[in-house]
Nanobody, 113 residues
Framework: QVQLVESGGGLVQPGESLRLSCAAS????????MGWYRQAPGKQRELVAI???????NYADSVKGRFTISRDNAKNTMYLQMNSLKPEDTAVYYC???????WGQGTQVTVSS
């Protein structure tokens, strides 16, 4: 089973940017799909973005045009570039991989003035 570790969360002001990283314990080359989910207090976990091994991407409507998901197979790492952050983006962000349905421990993103 692949282990996933997120990093890059923090406290930022509205309009600022963050880049999240998800480091895998092994090769991600053959992992069919990887993605980012988030869960805000009192809400269900929701899909933010997903990327396939072929590089196809899909985004939640709420983040389209602001977030970009990518993966670097050579570094066994997936990223989420988040621009123009809004207070409603505040949540714990989780990394997911289709391999064994693996999840990371989450990283907190807080957008507040």
């Amino acid at each position: 089973q692949v282990q996933l570790v997120e990093s890059g969360g923090g406290l930022v002001q509205p309009g600022e940017s963050l880049r999240l990283s998800c480091a895998a314990s092994g090769s991600i080359l053959r992992i069919n799909a990887m993605g980012w989910y988030r869960q805000a207090p009192g809400k269900q976990r929701e899909l933010v973005a997903i990327i396939t091994s072929g590089g196809n991407t899909n985004y939640a409507d709420s983040v389209k045009g602001r977030f970009t998901i990518s993966r670097d197979n050579a570094k066994n790492t997936m990223y989420l570039q988040m621009n123009s952050l809004k207070p409603e983006d505040t949540a714990v962000y989780y990394c997911w991989a289709s391999e064994f349905n693996s999840w990371g421990q989450g990283t907190q993103v807080t957008v507040s003035s």
